[in-house]
């Protein structure tokens, strides 16, 4: 039913080039497919020094470096690979505390399985010092929460989704000037140039993702680096009014051709 609305209309807009080639294999006409990719607001989050309410709440060491996801607790988003990862990098020496912000929804009999999971693998790593997990937060606090982070990991896993569709986060994490981590899944290369606005590890690989967060724990002022630069794209190129423009121009577009 999709395929066919969308061989349909006049136009079609979507998020990422591979979900405008998916669109294409199903019959869709490729001039009338056009790309309007998630955005942050820069306004919002932007680069600040670290919550002070949240140092003295947390009781964290201002000096210690964080590793933080803040999102939803989804089987797809990858968070028993980065606890993995973290388990390797206690073992290999590394100092840091391990912020996962956010929460899942009840599956069919009322459990939690991802969170499960976390628990068992950080009970297993010898992490629960070093975890903090507030569960899900309001959307007005993400940005003060982001303030903690110095690395932000998104390791999401190949699968259907995450090859198509690009996640919003990464966008506000890259916005506040933080070094992000990204899995190679499709939706997230199209996000993160390798090296220059972060770092990519190869998908559904435990070790790969270690040694990319450990080069970044080594290498704070690579962390400066990735982090100024993503906000410098973001601004540039993924925002709401760059966004807005897309959409009114294929809404202008549409209207006139319909007005002939």
Not at 4 to 31: K, P
Not at 136 to 141: G, K, N, S, T
Not at 232 to 255: N, P, Y
Request: some cysteine.
């Amino acid at each position: 039913m999709e395929a066919s609305v969308a061989r349909t209309a006049d136009a079609v807009i979507t998020l990422t080039d591979t979900m405008r080639d998916e669109l294409v294999a199903r019959g869709v006409t490729a001039d009338r497919v056009t790309i309007a990719p998630n955005a942050a607001d820069v306004n919002t989050f932007r680069p600040k020094p670290r919550s002070e309410r949240l140092l003295e709440q947390l009781n964290l060491d201002p000096e210690v470096p964080v590793i933080g996801y803040i999102g939803s607790f989804m089987p797809y988003e990858g968070l028993d690979d980065l606890v993995k990862a973290c388990g390797q990098l206690k073992a290999k020496g590394m100092g840091f505390r391990l912020l996962l912000v956010g929460s899942e929804p009840p599956n069919d009999e009322g459990a939690f399985p991802v969170t499960d999971e976390i628990c068992e693998l950080i009970d297993r790593g010898g992490l629960k010092d070093w975890l903090i997990m507030p569960g899900r937060v309001p959307h007005e606090e993400v940005a003060e929460w982001y303030s903690l982070v110095d690395i932000a990991p998104f390791p999401r896993k190949s699968l259907p989704v995450s090859e198509l569709v690009s996640p919003l986060k990464p966008l506000e994490a890259m916005a506040m000037e933080k070094a992000i981590v990204v899995s190679s899944v499709g939706g997230m290369r199209e996000m993160v140039h390798d090296g220059r606005t972060g770092l990519v590890f190869t998908k559904d690989d435990v070790t790969a993702l270690t040694d990319t967060l450990l080069r970044l724990l080594q290498d704070v002022p690579l962390q400066r680096k990735l982090g100024r630069a993503g906000r410098k794209w973001v601004r540039r190129k993924r925002s709401w009014d760059s966004v807005a423009d897309v959409l009114l121009g294929v809404a202008s577009t549409v209207t006139l051709s319909r007005n002939r």
